[in-house]
């Protein structure tokens, strides 16, 4: 079956240290994204690409890092200079030429 | 300009009874009004979606009705079950969401 995959599921990090959330698709979607998501807040955007080597800055990309090395992966990093990292991370990904995004099922970063 | 605007916060609805979300946006150049459904733990999933030519659509309990002169458009679910508890998200793009905007969700609760 076709979708989207984050892992891991949970994921707990040390103050000051760095994290790699992973996100693969196998819907052959050109684009992709990833989300923030806080209580009350919505969905905000991080980082989202277009085509294989290129990526875009969403509205909260500071501490925040991607790549785009195949069209089926786009992980995030995110970086000590993250000064709330704590929230559900989504990946979300769609055809250039359709409107709707298809969502994976998310990543809770949680600092201890 | 670019925001999407969704109330209530939060909604309470007995069994049996109809759920009305309401969602207004600014940006006349939006052409694509998702709604999507969004579970405890689990990535949002597209629930139903309208474009601007119509002014309701209607799938199963789920009916989005659109008014474009007012700039607004609305989630009915009737005959609202205990499985419809999630959070609810609308959603407004352009250009096959190369402009893309959530509103902060609405959760609802439907009491057995």
């Known amino acids: 079956d076709g979708g989207i995959t984050q892992s891991p599921k949970y994921l707990f990090r040390k103050e000051g240290q760095n994290v790699t959330l992973s996100c693969e698709q196998n819907?052959?979607?050109?684009?992709m994204y990833w989300y923030r998501q806080d209580p009350g807040q919505g969905l905000r955007l991080i980082y989202y690409?277009?085509?294989?080597?290129?990526?875009q800055k969403g509205d909260i990309a500071e501490g925040y890092s991607v790549s785009r090395e195949k069209k089926e992966s786009f992980p995030l990093t995110v970086t000590s200079a993250q000064k709330n990292p704590t929230a559900f991370y989504l990946c979300?990904?769609?055809?250039?030429?359709?409107?709707?995004?298809?969502f994976g099922s998310g990543t809770r970063l949680t600092v201890v | 300009q670019q925001q999407v605007k969704q109330s209530p916060q939060s909604l309470i609805v007995q069994k049996g009874g109809i759920s009305i979300i309401n969602c207004a946006y600014e940006?006349?150049?939006?052409?694509?009004f998702p709604w999507y459904q969004q579970f405890p733990g689990k990535g949002p999933a597209l629930l139903i979606a309208?474009?601007?030519?119509?002014s309701e659509k209607k799938e199963g309990r789920f009916t989005i009705s659109f008014n474009k002169s007012a700039k607004q458009f609305s989630l009915h679910i009737m005959d609202s079950q205990p499985g419809d508890s999630a959070t609810y998200f609308c959603?407004?793009?352009?250009?096959?969401?190369?402009?893309?905007?959530f509103g902060p969700g609405t959760r609802l609760s439907v009491l057995p």
């Open positions: 979300a990904s769609k055809r250039l030429d359709v409107d709707g995004y298809t």
């Open positions: 819907l052959n979607h050109d684009a």
């Open positions: 690409s277009q085509i294989v080597n290129d990526f």
């Open positions: 940006n006349t150049a939006f052409d694509y």
């Open positions: 309208i474009r601007p030519d119509v």
């Open positions: 959603a407004a793009s352009n250009n096959y969401g190369q402009n893309f905007v």
